[in-house]
């Protein structure tokens, strides 16, 4: 019976061997990895650490893993792809695991900064599992005071989960306002938001070293010197391609396994999915380098769908996502102007300020809309929304984000018949309020 | 100067002459309406009338009539459109007004059941603001037990807005579960809802009489006698086109005004708008009749265009609906089965129960689900879903009406970078889990 190895036990690695195992009976096969925690939810460790989910058991996405051989705490060292071998790391008289076909989904790993100080006791990074154990041991050893380093996602979204756990949070990024994959003013309101729940937000200040000690001594680049009793650090990830690219994979973006739209590498029988591979981006082109949850199981099932001989292509991402903080959700998808002007188009990117629902049903909360199109050919490229976190921002933007998906034209935004009542939307909706507007300025 | 008269101040009419005014500056505009209330919002009478809306003057949606000519208690009594005059009904001196080109936006009235004591005192009928200021005028005065026919859309509004107001509410549906634009089982979860906040409702009954008398007897075909200090029928509407059809201008379903997608009456310069008018749906073409004020706008703003000059086509409805029932949201778009067959499709349709957000996630529930698409070309055709208010059902039925505009494949769903963070959804969303279900029965 021919062996499918999947080296990888999250997202893209599970799906892929799930699927593989829907669409082939006769095929076996093993997942690989490296701890014991196969199909965790690792988006979900800041509402562990916040204290939001009780039970790191409820982490786990699905524990169906029926039909699939599960090799925890088994890290992969070297791949033979001639031979058709795996190499377990630090195994008793150099264990070999055989295969036909291969799946990578080795995943990211994240970056510590080369700074002084950034591998000292009470610095944490934050990505597996294994990560958020640590820094939840640390919390519940008391630790009164965090420093994080890094305004993105992951850095919002722990300055929220610290301040709901009791600590006081220090939040240091090195652009001019937090979130920086919206524009500057938009991410402005998240900044707002963080502020408002007093959480130390200083922007545009890069960590440029860590000082041993108890508390822990951060001195930023403006000279400040903020004592911690934990440092987090969350810079963003990098692919660990290390594995494939020694055994003759080729690298791409960011140093991630080049795939084709099939999630095939260029090795024959060898695939790769998910935060270890490049993406295909809908409206940039191949050779991206976006590593998401919501993209690794796409990019999983597709792989897992074409090793067990199917013919199926990853259609693309757009970029989408979705962050929650406090009170407030920020998202964006496809293009910003920046973005659109870069990958040549001529952007025309038109604000709007349109109640969430009609403007008396109680509740009702300004969202605050940025529309990005090409002003030619009146194609959708993007947006971006911030609003209250029960103004539907999420759907919201994946309204949009199907109609990119679609090519759809701004101005085609506003003959969709969209849902209407008082409670939820207006007659036209938020969204079409500003599809119209962008018109009206084109 | 050529000069549009708008008959009709609600969101057709305003709509349509607020758009003419922006495209057509050598136009004289004149809004010839019959009450005091232009461009207000009639959908927001249940959330007045549940004491959520303080204010009446809150349900205008705009005061910006700049521009125009507004005509209120003008009521038009008879069209001559060869003399191209308006008879202004019980005017001093049959006072009429001369125009050059027309738009019909009427609206629809309620139906009064041909039953007796339909038109007894306390029966009342809701669609204008002024029968909603004869309601609440009733309320204030006091009037504890009511007794609701109709379980549509407004009936179970209505339900919950006087739960809310403090009445004891009787509902009575003659179909076997409220929410009949739902399917059954899905319908039965609203019904669940309403008689979870101690409505009684009623199902599979006719209200045969209403007898007279303080309280008012509401008698059902079951033969109960149920008290009522105020008695709401709400059974539908129906179009208000006896103004254009005894003009000449042609009448369709319901006996709705005939358009074009220009919105054009076969009659020149004379357009029709809104709930006195035909609509055309997208997945089963021209001549439907679906009065809703999403749609009206969307009209009158084609209508307007094409007044002015314009070449504009009214893209079309999908039937799509939400509607907030206490905790609860019910939602379709597209087709449901029945409707599918009939509309010549080989549907197949697929139940999901997925988690609105990740399972782990506080406040996560489960979504109601249906799904169907054309069994052969693995088209898109519908979607039902009945959730938590909270959980961005409004939002989920317009992704899927943004695909259904599209004409996406269920499969496709699926294949849409949706936005993910554990708060708000799953890394496959509950959309792209339900499609995924439906390609696999497929």
Redesign the interface.
């Known amino acids: 019976m021919p062996h499918l190895l999947v080296i990888g036990g999250s997202?893209a690695g599970v799906t892929a061997a799930r699927r593989a195992r829907e669409l082939s009976p006769s095929l076996e096969i093993s997942v690989a990895f490296s701890d014991a925690f196969p199909s965790y939810?690792i988006?979900?460790l800041p509402?562990l650490l916040s204290g939001?989910?009780g039970e790191v058991s409820?982490?786990a996405?699905s524990l169906d893993f029926d039909g699939l051989a599960l090799l925890p705490d088994t890290p992969i060292a070297e791949l033979d792809l001639g031979a058709r071998t795996a190499l377990v790391a630090a195994s008793a008289a150099g264990r070999t695991i055989a295969f036909d076909q291969l799946v990578i989904a080795t995943g990211a790993s994240p970056i510590r900064p080369d700074l002084p100080g950034a591998d000292l006791p009470g610095v944490h990074l934050l990505h597996t599992m294994g990560e958020g154990l640590e820094l939840n041991a640390a919390l519940v050893a008391g630790a009164p005071r965090a420093v994080i380093m890094g305004a993105g996602y992951i850095g919002i979204e722990m300055a929220d989960a610290l301040t709901r756990r009791g600590l006081a949070v220090t939040l240091i990024g090195r652009t001019p306002q937090v979130l920086p994959t919206l524009d500057p003013d938009l991410g402005a309101l998240v900044g707002g938001a963080l502020r408002a729940h007093d959480v130390n937000v200083l922007d545009g200040r890069e960590v440029v070293a860590i000082e041993p000690g108890e508390p822990l001594g951060v001195v930023d680049s403006v000279g400040e010197r903020h004592a911690a009793d934990l440092v987090l650090l969350s810079v963003g990830v990098t692919p660990n391609a290390e594995l494939g690219a020694a055994a003759g994979c080729p690298r791409g973006r960011k140093g991630a396994l080049v795939v084709d739209r099939s999630m095939a590498t260029p090795r024959p029988g060898v695939f790769a999915a998910g935060d270890c591979a490049t993406t295909r981006h809908?409206l940039l082109g191949d050779d991206a380098y976006l590593p998401?949850?919501?993209?690794?199981?796409?990019q999983g099932r597709v792989a897992g769908e074409n090793v067990a001989g199917g013919n199926r292509e990853f259609?693309?991402?757009?970029?989408?996502?979705?962050?929650?903080v406090f009170d407030l959700?920020a998202?964006r998808?496809g293009l910003n102007d920046v973005e659109a002007r870069r990958g040549g188009f001529a952007p025309l990117t038109v604000d709007a300020e349109p109640w969430d629902r009609?403007?008396?049903?109680?509740g009702a909360s300004r969202l605050h809309l940025r529309i990005t199109g090409d002003r030619g050919s009146g194609r959708l490229l993007g947006a971006q929304l911030v609003g209250d976190?029960?103004a539907?921002?999420?759907?919201?933007?994946?309204?949009v984000?199907?109609?990119l998906?679609?090519g759809?034209k701004v101005a085609?935004l506003?003959?969709?018949?969209?849902?209407?009542?008082?409670?939820?939307?207006s007659?036209?909706?938020a969204l079409q309020q500003a599809a119209l507007a962008w018109e009206a300025r084109r």
Do not use: M
């Not at 539907?392 to 309204?399: N, P």
């Open positions: 997202d939810s988006c979900g509402f939001e989910v409820a982490l996405h809908r998401l949850g919501s993209t690794a199981h796409k259609e693309g991402v757009l970029g989408t996502q979705v962050v929650k959700a998202a998808t009609n403007a008396y049903y109680p976190a029960g539907e921002v999420a759907k919201r933007i994946d309204v984000a199907t109609a998906f679609c759809l085609q506003a003959d969709v018949d969209l849902s209407y009542s008082p409670p939820f939307a007659p036209w909706d």
